[in-house]
């Protein structure tokens, strides 16, 4: 069964940027990032094809970029102004398989 690995979350200040990272064990596109906050549902993100198409969550349009290196098998999300509401345990997903999470928290 194909493994999902995240990293690059952290503790960054409202207005900063992380770059998290998915490495698939196999290629395994599309691939998609979900999110969840505390007490809340897990959402979609954004989502990448292996030829590169992109859609995202209204919710972080113009601030968080999906990109992807097919030759390593691995999804990133590069996420800039970073606001408190984007604090969540970040999930990579494809194929009906989960990444562990990587847990982003934006201080205020």
């Known amino acids: 069964q194909v493994q999902l690995v995240e990293s690059g979350g ?3 200040q409202a207005g900063g940027s992380l770059r998290l990272s998915c490495a ?3 290629d ?3 691939m998609t990032w979900y999110r969840q906050a ?3 549902q897990r959402e979609f993100v ?3 094809t292996r030829s ?3 859609n995202y969550a ?3 349009k113009g601030r968080f970029t999906i990109s992807r290196d097919i030759t390593k098998n691995t999804m990133y999300l590069q996420m800039n102004s970073l606001q408190p509401e984007d604090t969540a345990v970040y999930y990579c997903h494809a194929q009906s398989v989960w990444g562990q ?3 982003v928290t934006v201080s205020s």
Request: charged share 10%; proline share 8%.
């Open 10 to 12: 952290g503790l960054v």
């Open 24 to 26: 698939a064990s196999r």
């Open 28 to 30: 395994i596109f599309p």
């Open 38 to 40: 505390p007490g809340k």
């Open 46 to 48: 954004a989502i990448i």
């Open 52 to 54: 590169g198409h992109t």
């Open 58 to 60: 209204d919710s972080v």
């Open 101 to 103: 999470g990587t847990q």
